[in-house]
Nanobody
Framework: QVQLLESGGGSVQSGGSLTLSCAAT????????MSWFRRAPGKEREWVAW????????YSADVVKGRFTISRNNHKGTVDLRMTNLKPEDTAVYYC??????????????????WGPGTQVTVSS
């Protein structure tokens, strides 16, 4: 049974940077694709970025492209999300998720069986 845990959230002013990390117990990330999602209060989950299991390809949502980077930290055994030039619209709870099926596109939440509890990111103007 895999458990995911996000860390690195916090409060930052507009234009600042944060790096989120996702750690796993009971499994590894090496054989699974991973995504970061986010959810603002009262809104639907929004896909942020995807990293393939082979580490050969990555995609990010248009709203964060050029500002957010997803990567694997092999030394720490984590999947990280480096966020730069943060904007108030980035305020949300951020979740990492492990993809277990490939029935839809990479941004399909139901393809991810394992989710962390989330970490809060707050960006002030």
């Amino acid at each position: 049974q895999v458990q995911l845990l996000e860390s690195g959230g916090g409060s930052v002013q507009s234009g600042g940077s944060l790096t989120l990390s996702c750690a796993a117990t009971g499994g590894t990330f090496s054989n699974y694709g991973m995504s970061w999602f986010r959810r603002a209060p009262g809104k639907e989950r929004e896909w942020v970025a995807w990293l393939s299991k082979e580490n050969g390809i990555a995609y990010s949502a248009d709203v964060v492209k050029g500002r957010f980077t997803i990567s694997r930290n092999n030394h720490k055994g984590t999947v990280d999300l480096r966020m730069t030039n943060l904007k108030p619209e980035d305020t949300a709870v951020y979740y990492c998720a492990r993809r277990t099926t490939y029935r839809g596109a990479m941004y399909t939440p139901t393809d991810y069986a394992d989710w962390g509890p989330g970490t809060q990111v707050t960006v002030s103007s």
